[in-house]
């Protein structure tokens, strides 16, 4: 008979597998606004905790608010960071962002946006857990260990998200022809197409519903939060990776 063992609660080295038993393993969420990331994890079997320093009542998990890298250097100097079997973070990335950064610089647009993408990692490294790291397309500073887009998951956007992995590996599943052309205004011309922009607020941009249902969250019908997402299709996808990675077949 086969026994199924699993990563659980605890510390573990990098890429070590441990037990979990019947315990769904926890994940914290930083950066987690209104948790287009965490409901992609919960439904690949995670428990949730989100981070955010923003008032997010609309984060359907539990959450703490207030500056994730205070509250990651806390958690792990007082050791309740080994209640955790994997960290995701999404760290801001205004300044660093291929549609913001043209757009800001031909405006001449300062923007005072910090880059946390380096020390998120200094602090991630410190906690010997596996983790995650997203971005989108640009020029921020990380690893694209994994690029997804939405096409990959039949989803109504394109939004390309690349993601350094941590302690931890998944195989690139292979990137899916786009079925056309992302639909709106762009220099006075409309252009129709399968996908709707999921960013800014400008003219020609989708309804919520449009967005909501284009991204697959219904839980949310703040614009902001919607076009700051990751499609749970993503996460939910980078999880189940995850938990078979660390899942052991061990005969009885
Ligand atoms: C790109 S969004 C994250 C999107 C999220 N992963 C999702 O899928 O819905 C970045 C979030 O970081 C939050 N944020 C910015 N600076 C922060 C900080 N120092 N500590 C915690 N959260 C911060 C913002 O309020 C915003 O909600």
């Known amino acids: ?47 949730v905790d989100g981070v955010d320093i923003a008032e997010r009542p609309n984060y359907p998990f539990p959450y703490h608010q207030g500056d994730a890298l205070e509250r990651l250097a806390a958690l792990t100097l007082s050791g309740e960071i080994e209640r955790y079997a994997f960290v995701h973070a999404s760290p801001p ?25 380096a020390p998120t990692r200094d602090l991630l490294d410190k906690t010997g857990l596996p983790y995650i790291i997203e971005q989108p397309n640009g020029r921020a500073e990380i690893r694209k260990d994994l690029s997804l887009c939405g096409e990959m998951f039949g989803l109504g956007v ?18 899916v022809a786009h079925r056309g052309r992302v639909k709106g205004w762009r ?37 902001e939060e919607l076009t700051e997402a990751i499609p749970p299709g993503y996460t939910e996808w980078i999880g189940r990776a995850f938990i078979a990675s660390h899942v052991l077949g061990v005969a009885a």
């Open 93 to 117: 990335c205004q300044d660093k962002c291929t549609l913001t950064v043209g757009t800001n610089r031909s405006q001449g647009w300062g923007g005072i946006h910090e880059d946390l993408v």
């Open 1 to 47: 008979m086969t026994q199924r063992r699993a990563f659980g609660e605890g510390r573990p080295a990098h890429a070590t597998p441990m037990r979990w038993g019947r315990l769904r393993p926890r994940l914290l969420d930083l950066f987690s606004c209104a948790g287009g990331a965490a409901m992609g994890y919960v439904r690949a079997g995670f428990v």
């Open 187 to 223: 220099h006075g011309q409309y252009f129709d197409g399968p996908y709707v922009a999921a960013y800014g607020n400008g003219g020609g941009k989708p309804s919520i519903p449009e967005l909501q249902a284009a991204m697959g969250i219904t839980w949310t019908d703040v614009r």
């Open 158 to 175: 394109i939004r390309h998200r690349n993601f350094e992995l941590g302690g931890w590996t998944a195989e690139q599943p292979a990137h």
